[in-house]
T-cell receptor
């Protein structure tokens, strides 16, 4: 099956710093990618849709100036958490759609962000 | 996207068959039904997808009645490694965004 990777798999940073998370589709091109966050024992919450060559579309309540998304190529989307605070600590997951015989989305392994 | 309702949690024992039912009363004509599995600290993984009747793969079966207002994911002879959260999704088409419900937390006991 198709593979989506994320880097880093975990990151610890100090409050006030910015953190960049990469999402790559390794063996297919993705004009669209999605970013989610997940708190412990909760479901995934869609944050935004990343569109190659254009601005991301953010879900209601998600601060676009805080969560910067760049979809610079057909295989790479990045999420930058700016001026991170402890409440931004979460598990961030990306996904990319690819028709595999099914209408399927392939998810990355996730990035655990801890803000001290 | 059609709203889905599924049990919050289920317990079962190793070797048993587990059936998780999902209600989706507002499913549209063109909507597919898809199930994902998520282990702790991992991204979700596609399990199975169907439109009507029955679909079976090496992992699970998906039963969909004629009115398509519900579906049942069947996991045969579960093991401890099947302990995970299972999400029922309706309306996944191509590059549609996914809005996850709460999912069903399945706990397999020895």
């Amino acid at each position: 099956g198709a593979v989506v990777s994320q880097h880093p798999s975990w990151v610890i940073c100090k409050s006030g710093t910015s953190v960049k998370i990469e999402c790559r589709s390794l063996d297919f091109q993705a004009t669209t990618m999605f970013w989610y966050r997940q708190f412990p024992k909760q479901s995934l919450m869609l944050m935004a849709t990343s569109n190659e060559g254009s601005k991301a579309t953010y879900e209601q309540g998600v601060e676009k100036d805080k969560f910067l998304i760049n979809h610079a190529s057909l295989t790479l989307s990045t999420l930058t958490v700016t001026s991170a605070h402890p409440e931004d600590s979460s598990f961030y997951i990306c996904s990319a759609p690819k028709f595999s015989g099914y209408n399927e989305q392939f998810f990355g392994p996730g990035t655990r962000l801890t803000v001290l | 996207l059609a709203k889905t309702t599924q049990p919050i949690s289920m317990d079962s024992y190793e070797g048993q068959e587990v059936n998780i039912t999902c209600s989706h009363n507002n499913i549209a004509t063109n909507d597919y039904i898809t199930w994902y599995q998520q282990f702790p600290s991992q991204g979700p993984r596609f399990i199975i997808q169907g439109y009507k009747t029955k679909v079976t793969n090496e992992v699970a079966s998906l039963f969909i009645p004629a009115d398509r207002k519900s579906s049942t994911l069947s996991l045969p002879r579960v093991s401890l490694s099947d302990t995970a959260v299972y999400y029922c999704l309706v309306g996944l088409r191509g590059d549609d965004k996914i809005i996850f419900g709460k999912g069903t937390r399945l706990h397999i006991l020895p």
